[in-house]
């Protein structure tokens, strides 16, 4: 074997060694999550579930919160790749993958980080655009996702978005009262 077929297959070998602690360290603490609240779980704990040495998982994350914020990215970086012109069609992207993470979810709301969808959903547009547009339609969407979740997801996915779409509904008809009221009084 040459030295670069050797450097190559380390490489490689390094690679998939770095995966399997990532899967089996984020694994250990959705486990532990199902176990125990977050505030009662240690780096220990997790490192002693996953089968991961220690030096293993503190070579990959630095404390819990940081595994924690790892399995948030997963779902947003998937919505965010469905995006498309369509609000309704995001909506609907966003609902139905953040019920295909239903676990992941459940654990980031109970460990009380659910803010952290919105944070790194809000981060994903920061200077695309220098309106509010893109941070109202992004806080509706999270408000009315958590609240889905913490009910425990209830009814398909596409009855959970009639509710919001006729939530906005109400809502553009209250601005559009208040719009012509405003009119009226000027």
């Known amino acids: 074997m040459t030295p670069e077929e050797r450097i190559q297959l380390l490489n ?22 199902q176990e125990k609240a977050y505030a009662d779980i240690s780096m220990t704990d997790i490192i002693l579930k996953s089968g991961v040495s220690r030096g293993g998982v503190y070579n990959t994350y630095k404390s819990k ?9 997963e779902p947003i970086e998937e919505a ?17 993958i953040g019920k295909k993470y239903e676990s992941s979810v459940n654990a980031v709301i109970a460990a009380g ?28 969407i999270y408000n ?22 006729s939530g906005l509904r109400m809502v553009a008809e209250t601005i559009n009262t208040g719009l012509r009221k405003n009119r009226k009084n000027a």
């Open 65 to 73: 919160d940081e595994i924690l914020l790892d399995i948030v990215q």
């Open 113 to 140: 980080l659910e803010h952290e969808f919105l944070q790194r959903m809000n981060k994903r547009f920061d200077g695309i655009t220098t309106s509010y547009y893109v941070t109202l339609w992004n806080g509706m």
């Open 80 to 96: 965010i790749s469905a995006l498309t012109d369509s609000i309704f069609d995001n909506m609907e992207s966003t609902f139905r």
């Open 144 to 165: 009315a996702f958590i609240e889905w979740a913490r009910a425990g997801m209830p009814g398909t996915v596409e009855e959970a978005v009639e509710n919001v779409q």
């Open 12 to 33: 490689k070998n390094s690679a998939a060694l770095h995966i399997k602690t990532v899967t089996a360290t984020k694994n250990a603490l959705l486990s532990l999550m």
